[in-house]
């Protein structure tokens, strides 16, 4: 946790290397302070296949999955950060944005919290 899910045109991938894109969320997130550095997880996909509005050629979007416990402004300036970072890394991209979602804790589950040894219900637990 957190999962920062990078949807983009493939042509973006002519531009910048996927791991340059996703080293840039990667950082931004980090840099927040929000989150432990081994927790973060980024993954891109490209799209061949889109349609955009008219006179527009490409774009990329952030889908930011986070645990909830994060104020209102906290999610606000991550979703800020990593706009500002990625228009710098893309400034002639035609669409850009980010978006940021809570996972509820209470139906949230991973293979640490189903351990029969994690007897505090650590999420984090064996790793």
């Known amino acids: 946790m957190p999962h920062f899910i990078i949807d983009c045109s493939q042509d973006i991938l002519l531009k910048n290397s996927p791991e340059e894109i ?6 931004v997130a980090n840099f927040t302070g929000l989150f432990a550095i081994n927790d973060i997880k980024v993954r891109l996909q490209p799209f061949q296949y889109y349609r ?22 906290q999610k606000a300036n991550l979703s800020r950060q990593i ?13 850009l944005s980010v978006n940021i979602s809570e996972f509820e804790a209470a139906t949230y589950s991973n293979k640490a919290l189903v351990n029969p040894e994690n007897k ?7 790793l």
């Open 22 to 27: 996703m080293d840039a969320v990667y950082k």
């Open 52 to 73: 955009l509005g008219d006179q527009k050629k490409n774009f990329i979007h952030v889908f930011g999955y986070i645990m909830e416990g994060r104020s209102t402004e």
């Open 83 to 95: 706009s500002i970072r990625l228009t710098e890394l893309l400034p002639d991209i035609s669409f």
């Open 120 to 126: 505090n219900q650590d999420r984090h637990f064996g």
